[in-house]
């Protein structure tokens, strides 16, 4: 069984949503620490000048905080902000009509926490996608010992996975000696960014997933198995 486990992000890139296409179970990775100003409550779309900005949900942060444990900061009129942004950025876009009755009925939803805000936005946007296949899960379900990979690992053994894909980034921290011990099968993603039809001038990467929907439409995961061809890599460690 093919896992991949993912910290709840807002509004994430196309290659989330590739690793989602491609897991048997999706783990949330909801109970592990709070990065402040990551991509875990911010974005960017592309806006009307041809350049990206940032959507960042404000929080009340804690040192130490859980992503799951994270409250939004209601203070300011942020979700009405964050809808008028997309909504300004992507009115003319071929999509955006068929797509925004997905989208805009969660900013007009008062969210307490941060990671229900964030699995609330990523599930509707895979459905949307189609993509409908893979079993989601939230790491704080389970009951997982140790920290790092060891951590990790206790996670993969609860959900009987033999295969772990992972983005490129972990292979910073991760102990690939580990993912052998446990007889699990490590895989590494690396998407090489496609480029599709945009508004605004030149086309820029790594932007929210949205960005695609609103420009391309059902052709979406079209674009991103495209570009997933060759994306998925076994580590020969394991």
Request: aromatic share 14%; with cysteine; glycine share 6%.
């Amino acid at each position: 069984m093919r896992v991949v486990v993912l910290q709840p992000m807002y509004l994430p890139w196309i290659g989330y949503f590739g690793l989602i296409d491609i897991a048997d179970v999706f783990v949330f990775y909801d109970d592990v620490q709070f990065v402040r100003q990551s991509w875990q409550n911010r974005n960017r779309i592309k806006w009307c000048t041809g350049k990206p900005i940032w959507l960042t949900v404000p929080v009340h942060r804690v040192y130490g905080q859980k992503i799951n444990e994270v409250k939004i900061d209601d203070g300011s009129p942020w979700r009405n902000r964050h809808w008028e942004c997309i909504g300004q950025a992507y009115s003319k876009a071929t999509f955006f009509q068929q797509y925004r009755p997905v989208l805009e009925p969660l900013y007009s939803r008062r969210w307490d926490h941060l990671a229900d805000l964030n699995m609330s936005l990523i599930t509707e946007v895979a459905s949307t996608l189609g993509l409908n296949s893979a079993k989601f899960e939230t790491s704080s379900e389970f009951s997982v010992n140790g920290s790092g990979t060891e951590r990790l690992i206790d996670l993969l053994k609860h959900l009987g996975a033999d295969e772990y894909v992972s983005g490129p980034s972990a292979s910073e921290y991760l102990d690939v000696d580990k993912f052998r011990e446990a007889g699990i099968a490590l895989y590494w993603y690396r998407l090489e960014h496609p480029v599709y039809p945009q508004l605004w001038g030149d086309f820029v990467p790594h932007l929210s997933a949205i960005d695609l929907i609103f420009n391309v439409g059902a052709e979406s995961m079209h674009v991103i198995r495209d570009a997933a061809r060759n994306a998925i890599q076994r580590d020969p460690r394991t």
